[in-house]
């Protein structure tokens, strides 16, 4: 279980002694601040959610440029990012994803919603082309990385 590139949970040990090891729960903070799963800001065992979350930051990156920024509804308890997606960044498919991994119960076991969130992904990106509008952005990026490292 990978926590930030500083630092990981060994589950070696755990995959040899249980039948699902993300089922495998911890207790305490291995994380940044900044990074902590809402379950680990509660206080409460975590486990893969800590994933969820790394996967929540990285695409909340990618979106908007900066760190994630997570605030908890006092009304529902849930956990949901502090900007606002753009209107025209397929704001449902976007938030059905951060709303499903920063809200994911662990201890229930049901990962059909992860399931369903990557499908939604795909069904996107494979529709009008823009597979190969993507790819054409990529390489458009790749050309402005520099050739060799300093």
């Given amino acids: ?24 729960l911890f207790k305490g903070s291995v994380a940044a601040e900044d990074m902590e799963c ?3 800001r509660q206080g409460n ?4 959610d800590l994933d969820l979350f790394g996967l929540c930051a990285s695409s909340y990156i990618l979106l908007f440029g900066s760190h994630i920024e997570v605030v908890q509804e006092k009304a529902t308890g849930k956990w949901r990012i502090q900007k606002l997606l753009r209107r025209y960044w397929q704001r ?3 938030q ?7 809200n994911f119960d662990v201890c229930s076991g049901d ?10 992904f795909d069904e996107f990106i494979d529709g009008k082309d823009r597979r190969r509008e993507i790819e054409s952005r990529l390489t ?3 050309t402005h990385l520099p050739k060799k490292r300093p």
Avoid: C, H
Wanted: net charge negative; aromatic share 12%; no cysteine.
């Fill in 140 to 142: 458009q990026l790749y």
């Fill in 38 to 40: 809402g379950t680990m």
């Fill in 111 to 120: 990962y059909d919603e992860l399931s369903y969130i990557r499908e939604a």
């Fill in 96 to 102: 059905r994803l951060f709303d499903t991994l920063l």
């Fill in 1 to 24: 279980m990978l926590v930030d590139f500083g630092r990981a949970v060994d589950l070696e040990e755990v995959t040899t002694q249980k039948s699902n090891p993300l089922s495998t």
């Fill in 45 to 48: 065992p975590w486990g893969v």
């Fill in 92 to 94: 449902d498919l976007w």
